[in-house]
């Protein structure tokens, strides 16, 4: 539906050297997914966003829609943002101050240039749906000023919808709210989608969002997209460290490849505290040096025996009772790991546990 | 190519007039003769003693400036942040001070201040301890006093309010929460947030101050006071005139004017202007209910009638009067001047130009301005830097220059001399001697609106128009009433602009109440002037209900 071919764009400042923002981004979107660039600040993914909007123009690239280029650097095509036709939510929501909930939402009704134009009951019912929709229904008259931060989000969401553009863009639209919120409308954002059947680019630097609305994830890191796949796959194999690290919370183990395993198929790595047996079907040479990944809540901690591979003593360093889990500091001999574990399992600093961590869960990254 | 055809248009007006002031002091030739090179009106300027003294007295009198900053921003402070007690009758007031014309308001003064009829001079010396009269209107002071009072102070508290207001509220509480006292929030959080808003009212000033004409005129010839606009009046209206010493006294003043433009530009630069308006709102402070701030109000309400309203009721008074200023007469009060000024043709016809340029010239300058505003904010266009400077120069050029400047244009262009006689030279020559203001106040509203809200307008497929009136100009509503207000004050009142260029069927009210005043018919100036004030106090009223009921609701 979407694909976004070979993006660059870089700016010039005063003196300076020109600033990379995004370096060959490409990726495509299927009808009806949810697409999210995930990334720190300055990685580009807002970049990307107002080039696809038509906000900005990037420097060389292509931009199809339905197989329609809207933009494309060899053939100087730009299509404007304002006949694009598609719906955006922005960070700041960008609710005129001066209109009203209604006159909001009719805006883009009211201006589209298509014909024949919408009549004046089109609109009101139009905006009357949109705003049932989005559960706004009897503020029509209040001013847009006048909501809070929650109703301003479904109010920009509204307007981005009415006109049922072809491609929602959201720029970072929950970081405003604050954490109850924001994880509501994490899940009204995600039914409104499913319901409405759009197609949609999401853009945000919180993994967990990223994680729970999105079909597909591309996280981007200094202009560049640095992998693509499902929540899953990104959260259980990322491709590096950078992955790894930037979406949800890990330990990182370095080591070196001391010999290939059979069950599991895999390799042994000699690390600080001994050697971890790690699942993988990439292709390691003894003697690489590698870093392991290990999710928190792969780390399983007893105070009962266990076996099995990769099972270890450690002693608890530190613990943080967080009610619906607790999170440990181990020293796993010169190693600290941490672990997130069952409430109900009661431990005290200083206190000796097993530890094991299977070897499916242990990601090499390059 | 957009941005070249913006930089050409606003280099010919901006640009054309200055190099002709340039070419021309370099014109030695007698009046209506061919071009003829020569230093001869250079030489003479450096070589009068008289121009020096000028020179030196403008700067003198324009002290006035740095202290009416510091005075305009502790009132605006008080009246938008403490909000105290009849802050909106002060605030009025001061808009009302501003927008009315200063050549009747002095001579209300001078019915005030002058040394030996001025009423306050006349009350005090019947004290049994004063001998001597305490004032003269007439001195360097004199023309501080007035201009501070009916300029200076007013402008500054007008530009410096509304943006003020703009201010989130919230970057003050932050430091209030940070447990910094009051005056260290203003010293480190307010002042430097509004310090290009306040480097703007107080360039503005003192340009307005370095033109200034009229009072200098009236105020400091009496007394061997010349000033740089004074010289020039007297340059060119000497028969037959030196207009090589006048263009080359201008281009002396356009230098300046020039540099004080491009260190304001730099700091501007320098400093980026921050978008405060974002569409979450202002939150205000509440008032707080101190016995000082009604301690304050009091000071501030007799401020504003002292040096508002009492030349204007003198004024209302000297034209009732039988002889100019003569109050103790034994019987001193006539409507005979009224009459004979209001069954005057001339004037009924002055009445009609008069309104009509000055709500042409508001509307269309209005219109102008914000376009012109919103390309130097928002447009992606080279040569950004040059247009922000060239939008300076009308103000740089004097309006008399500026007048004869756009008279010679039309009167030498093939086709345009049809022009001459109508009202549209005057139309162009107040549009684009308002254009500085106009822009400069547009810009910086314009740059506090979030780009973001004109961007969700683009993405709901609106074309630029569209954009520009739904969503822009609403937006920055109260300040196109200001700009409004601003342009058609000054129109109302402008003399030195349209002095030249007006026929006898296209003189204004201001040029009008002039005309009377040069040919010594005081009481009918006056009564000129107060029907202007009166047009000032209907047009001021009104904006100022519309404003209320225009832009965003909180």
Redesign the interface.
């Known amino acids: 539906m979407l694909d976004v071919r070979d993006l660059s764009k870089s700016y010039v400042t005063d003196g300076a050297k020109p600033v990379i923002a995004i370096d060959g981004v490409t990726f495509s979107v299927e009808k009806g997914k949810i697409f999210t660039l995930l990334g720190p600040s300055g990685c580009g993914k807002t970049t990307t966003l107002r080039s696809i ?3 900005e123009t990037p420097d060389s690239g292509e931009i199809v829609v339905s197989g329609e280029a809207v933009f494309s650097s060899k053939t100087g095509l730009r299509v ?4 694009r ?4 939510v ?10 009203t909930v209604f006159e909001n939402v009719a ?2 009704l009211q ?3 298509r014909t024949p134009r919408y009549s004046r009951r089109q609109i009101d019912d139009e905006v009357s749906r949109i705003l049932d929709v989005v559960a706004l229904s009897g503020y029509e008259h209040r ?3 006048q909501l809070s931060g929650g109703q ?1 989000q479904r109010l ?1 969401l509204a ?2 919808l009415v ?1 049922k553009p072809s491609l929602l ?1 959201l720029d970072e639209p929950l970081s405003n709210l604050d954490a109850k919120l924001r994880e509501k409308m994490r899940f009204e954002l995600k039914r409104l989608q499913r319901e409405v059947g759009i197609t949609s680019i999401y853009v945000t630097h919180d993994q967990s969002e990223a994680l729970g609305l999105s079909h597909d994830i591309a996280v981007m890191d200094r202009g560049r997209i640095v992998q693509i796949g499902s929540p899953r796959d990104i959260y259980e194999r990322p491709k590096d460290d950078f992955v790894a690290e930037f979406v949800g919370t890990t330990n990182f183990v370095s080591g070196e490849v001391l010999a290939t395993s059979v069950d599991p198929a895999g390799y042994v790595v000699q690390v600080a505290s001994g050697p971890l047996t790690v699942a993988t079907s990439d292709t390691l040479r003894r003697g690489d040096k590698v870093t392991i990944s290990i999710r928190p809540e792969d780390v399983q901690v007893s105070t009962q025996p266990m076996d099995g591979p990769n099972t270890w003593d450690a002693v608890v360093d530190t613990h943080m009772f967080l009610g619906f889990c607790q999170d440990l500091a181990l020293a796993w001999g010169p190693v600290r790991l941490e672990a997130r574990v069952h409430p109900s399992l009661t431990v005290e600093a200083g206190a000796p546990v097993r530890i094991r961590i299977a070897p499916e869960r242990c990601v090499v990254c390059k | 190519m957009f941005s070249t055809l913006f930089l050409l248009g606003i280099g010919a007006v901006t640009v054309a007039p200055v190099l002709y002031v340039l070419i021309a002091s370099f014109d030695v030739a007698p009046m209506g003769s061919a071009y003829q090179f020569g230093l001869g009106g250079w030489k003479d300027v450096f070589s009068s003693q008289r121009t020096w003294m000028s020179m030196v007295y403008t700067f003198v009198l324009s002290v006035r400036v740095p202290i009416a900053t510091v005075v305009a921003f502790a009132i605006s402070w008080l009246l938008v942040r403490v909000e105290i007690p009849g802050h909106r009758f002060i605030e009025l007031a001061f808009w009302f001070g501003f927008l009315l014309p200063a050549f009747p308001m002095m001579m209300g003064w001078i019915l005030l201040l002058d040394e030996h009829h001025g009423l306050f001079n006349v009350m005090l010396m019947k004290l049994p301890f004063i001998d001597a009269p305490i004032f003269s209107i007439y001195s360097i002071p004199g023309i501080i006093w007035v201009h501070f009072a009916l300029t200076t102070v007013p402008i500054m508290v007008i530009l410096l309010g509304p943006t003020l207001r703009q201010l989130d509220a919230s970057f003050e509480e932050a430091a209030d929460m940070s447990g910094a006292s009051m005056l260290t929030t203003m010293r480190r959080i307010t002042i430097p947030l509004l310090m290009p808003a306040i480097a703007t009212a107080f360039i503005l000033a003192l340009i307005r101050s370095l033109e200034a004409f009229e009072v200098e005129r009236i105020l400091g010839t009496p007394v061997n006071v010349n000033v740089y606009s004074t010289r020039i009046y007297d340059f060119v209206s000497l028969e037959p005139p030196l207009f090589p010493q006048a263009m080359a006294l201008g281009t002396i003043f356009l230098a300046i004017l020039l540099l004080l433009a491009i260190l304001y530009q730099a700091y501007l630069d320098r400093v980026g202007t921050q978008a405060t308006i974002t569409s979450r709102g202002v939150s205000l402070r509440a008032r707080p209910e101190a016995w000082w701030t009604y301690a304050v109000s009091v000071v501030l309400i007799g401020y504003v009638c002292v040096t508002i309203f009492l030349p204007l009721v003198m004024l209302l008074l000297g034209s009732f009067n039988k002889l100019f200023g003569f109050f103790f007469l034994d019987d001193p009060w006539t409507s005979a001047h009224w009459l004979a000024v209001l069954r005057d043709a001339r004037f009924l016809r002055a009445i009609v130009t008069s309104v009509t340029i000055g709500l042409t010239v508001g509307l269309v300058g209005v219109l102008i301005f914000s376009l012109v505003a919103w390309t130097l904010v928002r447009a992606n266009i080279w040569g950004r830097r040059l247009a922000n400077l060239m939008v300076w120069l009308p103000w740089a050029i004097p309006g008399m220059i500026l007048g004869v400047t756009l008279l010679g244009m039309v009167l030498q262009t093939p086709g345009l001399s049809i022009l001459y006689g109508t009202i549209v030279p005057l139309l162009l020559a107040l549009i684009i001697k308002e254009l500085p203001i106009g822009v400069q106040l547009l810009r910086g509203s314009i740059a506090q609106v979030s780009g973001q809200l004109e961007e969700a307008a683009v993405m709901c497929g609106a074309g630029f128009a569209m954009i520009f009136r739904r969503v822009t100009l609403p937006l920055i509503a109260p300040m196109l009433a200001s700009v409004f207000l601003l342009v058609f004050a000054s129109t109302l009142r402008d003399v030195s602009t349209v002095v030249l260029i007006a026929t006898p069927g296209t003189r204004t009210m201001a040029l009008l109440m002039f005309d009377f005043t040069l040919s010594g018919q005081l009481e009918s100036a006056t009564v000129v002037g107060v029907i202007i004030a009166m047009i000032c106090i209907i047009v001021t009223g009104a904006s100022f209900k519309i404003r209320s009921k225009i832009g965003i609701q909180r």
């Open positions: 909007a038509g906000l404007p943002a304002n006949a036709g598609f719906g955006m922005f960070q700041s929501y960008a609710i005129w101050p001066h209109m805006f883009p201006v589209r240039g001013q847009a000023t301003q920009a307007r981005a006109a863009l």
